[in-house]
């Protein structure tokens, strides 16, 4: 990609200024309509580089595709990003600050100063030296996670279309609505998809690369208690948020928790409570990478709650497990072609790979069992979900020169 002057990070700060944060409390789909902004403006810049087939349906999905220009029968592969911020930090007026040249120094985020991002809590920065850096201005999240990766994408297709010397397979483009609240592919339409195999670019540091997630449940707890005028209670009242607060209180507190595991171990994770006296509901994520282990994990949360009731015997609770996701791997790995083929992409662009599982899972992850097998690659993103948000535009750019080198790498062992 000698001599391309990239259109990467002009595509992100555009980009990280539409809000588009999703909401969990929502019954719609997408979450929020505002998402629909970024994959309208999408849709029309993929027409403007000449790829007709752009469209946005009615859930807000955007599909594309960059037609084969090789005689070789290569299998059709889709790269995918999600257009959503996380609503965990506000997405609402992102102003992007440069700061280019960057020469190692702490940066202090301008609208709260309080706010600095420091290369000893982002060891990523010492390898910045010279390099801009684009962070938040101190208020808002920046979106990188996933802007960074639209950007990448977009900047891949307009690469390959302004250069069809490169040859390649069809290339079909993905972005989704709602991946931050677990929904991402819960509306998609994969027949009108049509890829074989798919990578997602919703990664971290350059050169490393997912195929292994969380598998993930989730449980819901309703208690019901037993009501009484609190002046004439004794004997008959048996508070439903007491009753919770007891349940949290028996939680394993040097296990089975995020805030005391790492790497490979899981959790059981409290994420909502509410209630009155009479009815108290409890939330949960279970997550480990190994799937029989969720089971294990839901039966000993079952068993406290078991034991807890034990003290109020007239009241009584629900307990009801939804699966979310699985660990991609299960499939990835029947597919070896498709991590082979991104490691040599990886490597063509001067880095070594670095295989991770991610403590989380990403719309692969429900891609994989839906029929796309569907790792996970770098996009540069640092310190997602938070006021010190940043990436690199030299992360972004090798991104890009990475995600053509898989187009060219399947066409040429295809």
């Not at 999600?82 to 007026?93: E, F, I, K, L, M």
């Not at 010397?165 to 339409?189: N, Q, S, W």
């Not at 990835?332 to 072609?337: E, I, R």
């Not at 891609?367 to 948000?389: A, D, R, W």
Request: glycine share 8%; hydrophobic share 35%; proline share 5%.
């Amino acid at each position: 990609m000698k001599n391309y002057k990239h259109t990467v990070a002009e595509r992100f700060i555009r980009y990280v200024q539409i809000d588009t944060q999703s909401d969990p409390e929502s019954k719609t789909f997408p979450s929020t309509e505002k998402q629909k902004d970024l994959s309208r403006l999408l849709v029309e810049e993929l027409k403007a580089m000449g790829i007709s087939d752009a469209e946005m349906d009615d859930y807000g999905y955007v599909f594309a595709t960059i037609p084969s220009n090789t005689d070789k029968e290569v299998p059709t592969i889709c790269f995918c990003s999600h257009v959503d911020t996380a609503p965990d930090c506000s997405g609402t007026n992102v102003k992007p600050i440069l700061h280019e040249n960057y020469q190692g120094q702490d940066l202090v985020l301008p609208d709260d100063p309080t706010q600095v991002i420091t290369p000893t809590a982002y060891p990523h920065l010492k390898k910045q030296i010279g390099n801009t850096i684009i962070t938040t201005s101190g208020t808002t999240l920046l979106g990188a996670d996933d802007k960074a990766g639209v950007a990448e994408i977009m900047d891949a297709a307009h690469y390959l279309v302004t250069h069809p010397e490169i040859k390649h397979g069809d290339i079909r483009i993905l972005f989704t609505p709602d991946e931050e609240v677990g929904a991402g592919v819960e509306m998609l339409d994969m027949k009108k998809l049509g890829a074989e195999f798919g990578y997602t670019l919703d990664g971290g540091v350059p050169g490393t690369l997912e195929d292994e997630t969380f598998s993930a449940d989730g449980v819901t707890i309703v208690i019901k208690g037993v009501s009484a005028h609190p002046g004439y209670a004794k004997g008959k009242m048996e508070n439903a948020m007491k009753i919770a607060g007891a349940i949290l209180d028996r939680l394993p507190k040097h296990r089975l928790c995020p805030e005391t595991t790492a790497k490979k171990q899981g959790f059981i994770h409290p994420v909502m409570m509410e209630g009155v006296l009479e009815q108290a509901t409890l939330k949960f994520i279970i997550r480990d990478h190994q799937t029989a282990k969720l089971e294990e994990y839901e039966a000993e949360l079952k068993a406290i709650v078991d034991d807890v009731l034990k003290l109020y015997p007239n009241s009584t609770y629900t307990f009801e497990v939804q699966e979310q996701y699985r660990n991609m791997k299960e499939v990835v790995d029947k597919y070896p072609q498709i991590m082979e083929n991104a490691e040599e992409a990886i490597r063509r662009i001067g880095y070594e790979p670095v295989k991770n599982a991610i403590r989380g899972g990403t719309d692969g992850s429900r891609l994989s069992f839906m029929g796309l097998p569907c790792p996970n690659i770098f996009t540069g993103m640092q310190g997602i979900h938070s006021v010190k948000e940043w990436v690199s535009i030299k992360d972004m750019e090798e991104a890009v020169a990475m995600i053509v080198e898989i187009c060219k790498i399947w066409e040429e062992r295809a």
